[in-house]
């Protein structure tokens, strides 16, 4: 029997079988020994070739797996491997910012078309302009809105709840209501209304707070704390900003450390922009006095709030362990204090 014959034989023998229901096979029938092996699957007698419901099915999958010649599969799609964090100097506070997310991804990796996105600065008092460095600076807050705006997203709200003074005041002396204006986001004044009772299923020393709404319906929070001196918990940085999402503040100063862990396990940033453009480096959190400012021109940018805080204490000469609410943080598996363990990427944007 020529080649020819031999495989068109096989072929009959295979569509013959497969039409009585014993043996189904796919792939590639110029593999002699998948059809004999399957064949051979069989007693071959009297009866070999009439239905058998215990016949052996072979799968496309297990086909491919039977045959000597190599399979091709397809490659994984190539993981982009961004920065854990970035770390923008010496350029003006929109370039820094837009350096920054640049370097870490772009907002489009935060922000997607249609988004609701809260921006929450600290705009904690109505008597300080941003030269005093207790509030966060003006240009950081607008190119924000900027570049949440250009990467689709619906709506851009910026809000605070100032203890020194009324929200109105603070927004316009801080400057940030106007940048906030000019690049199309709006100011929110928190509405005691829109507090609501919220579970902290993680919480270790507080399970339960009043958190404003709005954040908690937000499709991204963006933390966008100033880096200033706090005489209770040495630093206000990205996890502390959050204290001003909450109702009852007061009941914080107890267990700060505990309770700011507490609820940055409950009200997550989606990215972590910490101005140290400016930094109030005594007299904190209100300050008032420009000798205690020093002008830093950095940003530290991190999806993750224990990461920034952790790179932010460094620039007042602090480690990551003198930070109570770090250390309570990154023992709940919030985010990574170790800096050796992070890949980031500093730039000289001047």
């Not at 249609?114 to 966060?136: E, F, L, R, S, W």
Request: some cysteine; charged content about 20%.
């Amino acid at each position: 029997m020529n080649e020819l014959s031999r495989r068109n034989f096989l072929r009959l023998l295979a569509a013959s079988l497969g039409s009585l229901g014993g043996i189904y096979l796919t792939g590639c029938m110029n593999q002699d020994k998948l059809l004999l092996k399957s064949i051979s699957s069989e007693k071959i007698g009297p009866t070999a070739f009439l239905p058998n419901p215990t016949a052996t099915i072979l799968s496309p999958e297990a086909t491919l797996q039977q045959t000597d010649e190599p399979v091709d599969t397809p490659s994984p799609s190539p993981t982009m491997a961004y920065p854990d964090l970035v770390v923008a100097r010496n350029g003006d506070p929109e370039d820094m910012v837009r350096k920054a997310v640049e370097a870490l991804g772009g907002m489009n990796r935060f922000v997607k078309s249609g988004d609701q996105v809260i921006v929450k600065p600290n705009i904690c008092v109505a008597y300080h302009g941003y030269k005093y460095a207790a509030t966060t600076n003006p240009w950081v807050v607008g190119a924000i809105v900027k570049l949440a705006l250009e990467a689709g997203a619906k709506r851009v709200r910026v809000l605070d709840f100032p203890f020194g003074g009324t929200a109105e005041r603070a927004y316009a002396v801080s400057g940030i209501k106007d940048e906030v204006n000019k690049a199309g986001g709006k100011m929110v004044v928190m509405s005691n209304v829109k507090y609501v009772d919220t579970s902290i299923p993680k919480g270790i020393s507080i399970n339960s707070t009043r958190i404003y709404d709005d954040v908690l319906k937000a499709d991204v929070l963006i933390n966008v704390p100033i880096a200033k001196h706090h005489e209770l918990a040495r630093l206000t940085l990205g996890m502390k900003n959050l204290m001003g999402v909450i109702y009852n503040r007061s009941m914080m100063h107890a267990n700060l450390g505990q309770r700011l862990a507490d609820l940055n396990s409950r009200v997550k940033s989606s990215l972590v922009i910490v101005d140290a453009v400016r930094m109030l480096m005594n007299h904190g959190p209100t300050g008032g006095n420009l000798a205690d400012v020093k002008k830093a021109d950095t940003i530290v940018a991190s999806p993750d709030v224990v990461a920034a805080d952790s790179y932010a204490a460094t620039l007042f000469g602090l480690s990551p362990n003198d930070l109570s609410y770090i250390n309570k943080a990154a023992k709940m598996g919030l985010g990574e204090k170790n800096l050796e363990r992070l890949k980031i990427e500093e730039i000289n944007v001047g």
